[in-house]
């Protein structure tokens, strides 16, 4: 089984992501449960609101460049990738620092839960750790772009790695605010990112070099990329970004803390078919893998996150409970809502990168803004009368309702393409034989007079 997977290059670049997604997930989870036994869960849930804000600014301000990294990488010299790269990664985190420093400014006038980004701290630390996020991002997608995941892998593993190391440290120093918890979260990424910048880029592709010149050129391709990818890419992850800064919004910090580690827990299953869809649509822009299917895909899918799901359903209230009692009892119902919307949100990612590949976008975008508007909007309306369980039926019923349309659509096409059935033709009816002696009008024969 491990040959046939080395030999398949979708299920190899497919299993590396999703190593990279549980290892990150598996040292995350020690890096929350660390917090959740050392930290008070105000303290906890005022950090993870700060690090959703700046998630959100940064899928927002990324600009698109990974898909673009996916679609132009592959095929450029040595000059061309330099440019490329160095472009893209500029540019992403020159807006994506002018996006957050606009939302730290915004946020806590218009949201007073949000009071904490206020002054010059949470200012800093909006910024440093949205740029951070996407430049990891990017950096995560030019592994993927040349199917080269295992790259992507180690360099998780050991920013994973050093986030816990990091907050085991600030924590056994005596420092119990949220300030731990944000700069063990930002501090290991950067120097993550500047070390992949230094040594593993040039692995990637000798004779990398990061450069300054060439920006005007790239910004034709960004703001393509704004206008097509970019778009499908906010529709399809913002609501999951957005999630937990509306039970901030709405509910408090503390709650927040509840929602975001059945949220963490929950994403071991969302992360895997976001992992295969990136590797099939890789693999049908590279040349050498445009006949990756989609039953593949799905198989992948269906083999990784099947026993997890299985386990999280059943013995989730168990796995929360290792961060203390009071995780276990206020998500353990949030965490099965979530488990049963892994399967509704597989089909709707395998979708999505099935058109993507076929160069569909607007069909993309038509998908995920239904279903972000539905989760969206269910989730601000149930939110005071439900509590953080909201959040979870208003993603249910927004995976459902697009996985039903991904039905509806296939249905359809399937019928368009069937060949109307041939039936055998009638008899024609058989002409009468013409007469020997013609009688019409013309033709009638004179009636003979009886002579009296």
């Not at 979260?185 to 692995?203: D, E, F, G, I």
């Not at 070099?209 to 906010?234: D, P």
């Not at 119902?333 to 597989?346: C, R, S, T």
């Not at 590949?357 to 005071?384: E, I, Q």
Request: charged share 10%; glycine share 8%; proline share 6%.
């Amino acid at each position: 089984m491990l040959r046939a997977v080395g030999r398949d290059s979708l299920a190899r670049n497919s299993v590396l992501i999703m190593a990279s997604t549980v290892g990150t997930s598996g040292l995350g989870y020690l890096y929350w449960m660390v917090a959740a036994r050392e930290l008070p869960r105000a303290v906890i849930g005022t950090a993870t609101a700060l690090i959703s804000a700046a998630t959100v600014v940064s899928m927002v301000a990324n600009l698109g460049v990974g898909h673009m990294f996916i679609q132009r990488l592959p095929e450029a010299a040595t000059a061309a990738w330099s440019r490329i790269v160095s472009a893209g990664l500029l540019l992403g985190c020159a807006a994506t620092a002018a996006a957050s420093l606009a939302a730290a400014l915004v946020l806590p006038r218009a949201v007073g839960n949000f009071a904490f980004l206020a002054g010059a701290r949470g200012v800093v630390a909006l910024v440093l750790t949205a740029v951070a996020l996407t430049a990891s991002m990017l950096l995560d997608y030019v592994f993927v772009a040349h199917r080269a995941s295992q790259g992507m892998l180690w360099r998780n593993l050991a920013l994973a790695a050093g986030k816990v190391a990091a907050l085991a440290g600030l924590t056994a120093a005596g420092l119990a605010t949220p300030a731990a918890v944000v700069l063990a979260w930002t501090v290991p990424s950067l120097l993550v990112s500047a070390c992949t910048l230094r040594w593993s880029l040039s692995r990637l592709r000798p004779g990398w070099r990061l450069t300054g010149t060439g920006l005007g050129a790239e910004l034709r391709h960004v703001r393509g990329s704004m206008t097509g990818h970019h778009l499908v890419n906010l529709a399809q992850a913002g609501p999951s970004a957005l999630l937990p800064v509306l039970v901030t919004a709405h509910l408090g910090a503390a709650e927040n803390a509840h929602f975001y580690v059945a949220w963490m827990t929950a994403s071991v299953l969302f992360m895997v078919s976001p992992a295969v869809a990136s590797a099939l649509y890789a693999e049908r822009t590279n040349a050498a893998g445009r006949s990756a299917s989609l039953p593949r895909a799905a198989l992948v899918v269906l083999v990784v996150i099947g026993l997890p799901a299985v386990v999280l359903f059943l013995a989730g209230g168990w796995i929360l409970g290792l961060f203390s009692p009071a995780y276990a009892a206020a998500g353990g119902l949030l965490l099965k809502i979530l488990v049963l919307a892994a399967i509704p949100d597989a089909i709707t990612n395998l979708a999505v990168a099935h058109w993507r590949s076929l160069g569909k976008l607007r069909r993309c975008r038509r998908l995920n803004l239904a279903m972000a508007a539905v989760c969206l909007g269910l989730t601000w309306l149930w939110l005071p009368a439900m509590g953080i369980e909201a959040a979870g039926l208003a993603w249910l019923v927004g995976q459902s309702l697009g996985a039903a349309l991904v039905a509806v659509h296939a249905g359809y096409t399937r019928l368009r393409r069937r060949p109307a059935p041939r039936y055998a033709a009638a008899p024609r009816p058989r002409r009468p034989r013409p007469s020997p002696h013609p009688v019409g009008p013309s033709h009638s024969r004179p009636r003979s007079r009886r002579v009296p």
